[in-house]
């Protein structure tokens, strides 16, 4: 294929080669700074790995409280450093939080705590 420093191909590959290993790195510096989260021992208060039932004006949501890379707020997961989660640490049933949302203020009542079975 000729000249390696002309070949097209080469070039392509070798900028995917180095796409590949950055990614790899990343991953692996993630795994290196990764910590276990013990499970949560009660379900008195809400701590990361705890599922909480919240109520809003007669309408209920469900969260689950996770790490940040867990996180997928279509499916209801939210991080416990995400403005809301962090409003949620430490709150027990019956409690109330207030949450700004742009120009919204949002109270939610704690309705259920539950450990989810797969944390």
């Given at each position: 294929m000729g000249d390696f420093s002309?070949?097209?191909?080469?070039?392509?590959?070798?900028?995917?080669?180095?796409?590949?290993n950055t990614?790899?790195?990343k991953i692996q510096n993630q795994l290196d700074r990764s910590l276990v989260i013990p499970k949560p021992k009660d379900n008195e208060t809400i701590q990361v790995g705890h599922t909480i039932t919240l109520e809003s004006e007669n309408k209920e949501k469900i969260y689950q409280i996770l790490g940040s890379?867990?996180?997928?707020p279509a499916l209801g997961i939210i991080s416990y450093t995400s403005p809301m989660g962090g409003a949620?640490?430490?709150?027990?049933?019956?409690?109330?939080?207030?949450?700004?949302i742009?120009?919204?203020?949002?109270?939610?009542?704690?309705?259920?705590?539950?450990?989810?079975?797969?944390?």
């Open positions: 002309e070949n097209a191909e080469y070039q392509l590959a070798k900028g995917r080669l180095r796409g590949l990614a790899i790195l890379s867990e996180t997928n949620l640490l430490g709150l027990k049933v019956g409690d109330t939080m207030k949450i700004t742009g120009n919204n203020h949002i109270v939610y009542t704690v309705r259920a705590i539950t450990l989810n079975a797969s944390v």
